[in-house]
């Protein structure tokens, strides 16, 4: 699976954008703008797609 797959994967998951962000250290603004299609998922940098993609990859 692509990491863009996963940061995907766990935007849309049961998972809060709070739980995410204590988790991961990335903003709780960040993760929702990301959900609600305000931030474009290609505009997030490297650091924070692979942070994203690898608290997916625990959780599985």
């Known amino acids: 699976m692509k990491t863009s797959e ?16 204590k988790d991961t250290g990335i903003s709780v603004s960040t993760i929702l703008g990301l959900r609600s299609g305000d931030r474009q998922l290609l505009s997030i940098t490297l650091g924070t797609a692979e942070k994203l993609a690898n608290y997916w990859e625990k959780l599985q």
Not at 6 to 21: D, E, G, T, W
Request: cysteine-free.
């Open 6 to 21: 996963k940061v995907q994967a766990l935007l849309y998951s049961h998972v809060s954008a709070y739980r995410i962000a």
